[in-house]
């Protein structure tokens, strides 16, 4: 069974509404009319905005789809990057060789570059009544096919989808126990190489032999298509796999906020199995940060670490 997810047009709300229906509620929507106004940010509007300016880059590999997530020994800092231009960075999307090896932009601040200020995205935090954001906002570029991976965050989320289209999969945080996720003390063993918000199960092709449960999470499966222009609410908790659609390079921005009302973060067994997870991870992060601290490429070493949290 899969449950649609509603879209609403910024007309129709106030921020008194969202919060009532949707933030308050902990409920998910697709907010359209957002980002009427915007440029479609293409691949040749990309570079010519940030065609110069280095990234650091995440390269998956082409074989990250092909195994049981049980056997990775890396989803989050343990992935391998590369620091290199915006533009040949569009190299590697225009020859095929960034879908090739599944080589992306994920979750890289737009500070210090020329979208940082763009009205159109620091406007939909007063727009939609979010304050007091934890996060600058963060651009993703991806070869299509590209797949976050079933995961959830800790705070409230807002996806601005700024070229092609993605598809979205979510679950609810009541169904955490029926996706199997990998425990927080994995990180007493891997540090952030692992995360303990991530799902084992491959949502398109399950194992219900390994992870039976997972036909009760089906029950309470969301889906949508994320459009050009459309910004998706993602609730704290809320499971959720984003894949890149269609033939070409997909972009998106997002933001993170803090948690309204408090009493959602001090009820949230998701937000606590983070912290647990994070605590038992910091022994790693400090050994990091303290092997690369008088190497001489120190800076380099730092912003991967930096990117990799």
């Known amino acids: 069974m899969t449950h649609p997810i509603l879209r609403i047009d910024i007309a129709d709300l106030t921020p008194k509404i969202f919060f009532e229906k949707y933030r308050k509620t902990s409920t998910p929507v697709i907010i359209t009319g957002l980002l009427k106004d915007e440029s479609d940010w293409t691949l040749d509007y990309l570079c010519e905005k940030l065609g110069n300016q280095k990234f650091v880059f995440r390269n998956y590999g082409s074989a990250r789809y092909k195994q049981d997530k049980r056997n990775w020994k890396s989803i989050g800092s343990g992935v391998d990057l590369q620091i290199m231009s915006?533009?040949?960075?569009?190299?590697?999307?225009?020859?095929?060789?960034?879908?090739?090896?599944?080589?992306?932009?994920?979750?890289?601040?737009?500070?210090?570059?020329?979208?940082?200020?763009?009205?159109?995205?620091?406007?939909?935090?007063?727009?939609?009544?979010?304050?007091?954001?934890?996060?600058?906002?963060?651009?993703?570029?991806?070869?299509?096919?590209?797949?976050?991976?079933?995961?959830?965050?800790?705070?409230?989320?807002?996806?601005?989808?700024?070229?092609?289209?993605?598809?979205?999969?979510?679950?609810?945080?009541?169904?955490?126990?029926?996706?199997?996720?990998?425990?927080?003390?994995?990180?007493?063993?891997?540090?952030?190489?692992?995360?303990?918000?991530?799902?084992?199960?491959?949502?398109?092709?399950?194992?219900?032999?390994?992870?039976?449960?997972?036909?009760?999470?089906?029950?309470?499966?969301?889906?949508?298509?994320?459009?050009?222009?459309?910004?998706?609410?993602?609730?704290?908790?809320?499971?959720?796999?984003?894949?890149?659609?269609?033939?070409?390079?997909?972009?998106?921005?997002?933001?993170?906020?803090?948690?309204?009302?408090?009493?959602?973060?001090?009820?949230?067994r998701s937000r606590w199995r983070a912290v647990l997870g994070m605590i038992c991870a910091l022994p790693h992060i400090l050994f990091n940060f303290a092997t690369v601290a008088f190497s001489r490429d120190r800076k380099q070493k730092f912003s991967k670490i930096s990117h990799r949290l």
């Open 86 to 268: 915006f533009s040949e960075f569009a190299e590697l999307m225009r020859s095929g060789k960034a879908r090739e090896n599944d080589i992306n932009l994920g979750k890289h601040p737009l500070k210090n570059t020329p979208l940082a200020d763009n009205l159109s995205l620091t406007s939909i935090g007063e727009k939609l009544g979010l304050k007091k954001s934890v996060t600058h906002l963060n651009i993703y570029v991806n070869p299509a096919g590209h797949s976050s991976g079933l995961h959830y965050d800790s705070v409230d989320g807002t996806l601005m989808q700024m070229h092609g289209s993605k598809k979205v999969v979510l679950f609810p945080p009541s169904q955490t126990n029926n996706l199997y996720p990998f425990p927080f003390y994995i990180h007493l063993f891997y540090g952030m190489k692992m995360r303990c918000w991530f799902s084992k199960v491959n949502v398109e092709n399950p194992d219900f032999t390994s992870f039976p449960k997972f036909k009760e999470a089906l029950q309470h499966r969301h889906e949508a298509i994320l459009n050009l222009g459309e910004t998706l609410f993602i609730p704290e908790g809320w499971w959720h796999d984003v894949t890149a659609l269609g033939d070409e390079m997909v972009c998106a921005v997002n933001r993170f906020w803090r948690v309204y009302p408090i009493s959602r973060v001090l009820l949230s």
